[in-house]
């Protein structure tokens, strides 16, 4: 028995009595036609069984997918375990559906980005990445499919759209912040300084070799205030357990930090528990500053003293950026937005 056939497009347009580009414009080019038809050619179309143009065969026709890749540092479990890269994902996603576009996600693996094969591979017109190693693999795919590229944080490429914060700037008011409350022993809880991090004490040769445009600023911003012999813990990402064991490695020591500068808010909430660990208080005994302002940080216990950061905005502007490319437009100068302090009960005056 012959399976009956799939409406398509003509045979919309054959109902409807009207063009096959005259259907194909009430899906794709709206403003083209009068609402009315419109309406009649999509009330048709639903009667019918006809669910509108096959994307695929659409991208094959014009060679455009009209979707954004999304290049991410790390797998997907890792990374949407970030409050952070949650709320700039959120304000990426909803400037670019909101001009009908798709977005694809490239998930990486060991912080190094995307494989070259997935880029490569990818239907998207136009990528981001979102904080990878100046030395991603995922780039020379790029490159090779001359594809627009808009970064969000890092690495810094030349001739390329990108997003950033002021990272130096905020380390130093965080820092800033614990020196004035008179705090003269402060220990860091740091990013990864490489993709191979594996978490330990950073030597100076470590920090100066690493090709995280982010974690090199604020830790240069905090050593510029809090000194250069300072401890730094390495964690191999952003996470909870991490910075709890990063600073609890750091409260153990001999000359005991009175106060923990954390690189995300998330590395920050895990100190915060190292610190009840070994038997002490938040803030009596020790002082804990984050970096991010996520939602969660004015709900901790205590409610955490960070630098906030314009997440979602962070993401918009990546957003529109990128349509920008697609649309032709060439990268201006890179998009550097302010960060401020946000002053909660985890901090106070040394002990």
Known sequence: MDRPRKPTLDTV???????????????NRPDQLSAALRERILETAATLGYAGPDP????????????????????????????????????????????DHTLVLMPGR???????ETVARAQADVVVAYSLPS??????????????????DQPVLDGTARVEVDDAGGA???????????????????FALHPDGHGGPVTPERAATSPFRVTTERLQGYLDVIGHGAPVWECARSSRELGRRGARELLSSPSRP???LCMSDELAFGALQAVRD???????????????????????????????QPLAEKGRRAGELALRLLDGGRPDEPTRL??????????AFKP
């Open 278 to 308: 070994v038997g002490l208080r938040v803030p009596d005994d020790v002082s804990v500053i984050g970096f991010d302002d996520v939602p969660a940080a004015e709900h901790a216990d205590p409610p955490l003293t960070t630098v906030r």
């Open 56 to 99: 695929v065969a659409r991208s094959l026709a014009t060679r455009h997918s009209a979707a954004v890749g999304f290049m991410l540092g790390q797998e997907l479990s890792a990374s949407f375990s970030d409050p952070a890269l949650s709320v700039v994902l959120d304000g990426l996603a909803s400037t670019v559906d909101g001009h």
């Open 258 to 260: 009175t106060a923990l």
């Open 110 to 116: 060991d912080r190094g980005g995307p494989r070259r």
């Open 13 to 27: 347009a054959g109902v409807v009595g009207v063009s096959r580009a005259t259907v194909s414009n009430a899906y």
């Open 172 to 190: 130093r008011l965080a820092a800033s912040s614990l020196w004035s409350l008179g705090h003269r022993h402060v220990g860091v809880v740091a």
């Open 135 to 152: 030395d991603a693999p995922a780039f020379d795919a790029v490159r090779a499919r001359g594809l627009p590229l808009v970064v969000i």
């Open 338 to 347: 302010g960060v401020s302090l946000v002053q909660r009960a985890s901090t």
